[in-house]
T-cell receptor
């Protein structure tokens, strides 16, 4: 059984650029959640996708967008990057969208915005 | 609004000593509660979770946590820590069912182990 994988591992961008982060969910999982973890902070919920549809969103602006594909892999897109977007971006997959379902986390993508 | 507070930013304990990490939550209904551990360069790993029933829950790696509704607390304990337990620990509350079902994390407690 393959766990949650994310790519790339690290990424450096400049202000104003756009970035796409990718996540492959664990086999059989139909739900993907994305979190932003700033340095020294706990992860903050960005949004969740369940069976290719957005199923809830945290307090993030519209320039944070996502997609989930038929194989349940997912992308996180961030437009017009700002310095404060520098963070570790975590993807988590689960079997079902309920809060009680265990979420399995990937190792994250470290994004640095200069 | 739901929230999680971990009052201790950094704790250092000696190897073999007992450990208690504090967590307080704010939630209007019976919460789903979690403890996660994050080692450097790693993703988050679930240690244990509480949904209902017995208020003392056992997790992996010898950890346990006790849910106290009257105190809105869910403290994590381990009777004897090992050097490999050094990591960042996050308490979290599950907010919602079906729609906007997200997990809200505390800011974390960094655990250091003294040899």
């Amino acid at each position: 059984e393959t766990g949650v994988t994310q790519s790339p591992t690290h990424l450096i961008k400049t202000r104003g650029q756009q970035v796409t982060l990718r996540c492959s969910s664990q086999s059989g999982h139909n739900t993907v959640s994305w979190y932003q973890q700033a340095l020294g902070q706990g992860p903050q919920f960005i949004f969740q996708y369940y069976r290719e549809e957005e199923n809830g969103r945290g307090n993030f602006p519209p320039r944070f967008s996502g997609l989930q594909f038929p194989n349940y892999s997912s992308e996180l897109n961030v437009n017009a990057l700002e310095l404060d977007d520098s963070a570790l971006y975590l993807c988590a997959s689960s079997l079902g969208r309920e809060s009680g379902n265990e979420q399995f986390f990937g190792p994250g993508t470290r994004l640095t915005v200069l | 609004a739901q929230s999680v507070t971990q009052p201790d930013i950094h704790i250092t304990v000696s190897e073999g000593a007992s450990l208690e990490l504090r967590c307080n939550y704010s939630y209007g209904a019976t919460p789903y509660l979690f403890w996660y551990v994050q080692s450097p360069g790693q993703g988050l790993q679930l240690l244990l979770k509480y949904f209902s029933g017995d208020t003392l829950v056992q997790g992996i790696k010898g950890f346990e946590a006790e849910f106290k509704r009257s105190q809105s607390s869910f403290n994590l304990r381990k009777p004897s820590v090992h050097w490999s337990d050094a990591a960042e620990y996050f308490c979290a509350v599950g907010a919602g069912y079906s729609s906007a079902s997200k997990i809200i994390f505390g800011s974390g407690t960094r655990l250091s182990i003294r040899p």
